[in-house]
């Protein structure tokens, strides 16, 4: 464990190193679950891609990190497991701010299409008012 992971976590590599990370609380249940799978994977040899997961840092606050895990072998098994952490909170949030702007413009644009079509039908029903009592339409529609 490095200085980037203490800090990042505020744990102290002697509080984390060498303990299963399903015994420390560092993961919230679901991550922890998650992270059961993925730990099953690994050890049965397999590669997997990146994974997320909530991690619970020591002061209690969430934060979002990205897992690459892989098997180190010695002698053909595998004797432990080398992960990398990356912290992608930032990148999340914004994330989470950009689609819930993203959803408030698509909600924005349907009103306003909406509204525009209104607007188009109402043009037809004056046009059509207008013929009926002898008058050119109004609205080119």
Known sequence: MNAAAEEASGYRADELVGKHFAQIGLLDAGSLAKALQEFAFVIAGQTRPPAEYTIIRKDRTAGIFEANSRPILRDGKIAAIHVIFRN?????????????ERDEL?????????????LLELKQEVNELFLASGRPAKYRV
């Open 88 to 100: 992608v909170t930032g990148r999340k949030e914004l994330e989470q701010a950009l689609t819930r």
């Open 106 to 118: 698509t909600r924005l644009n349907k009103l306003m299409l909406d509204r525009e079509g209104r």
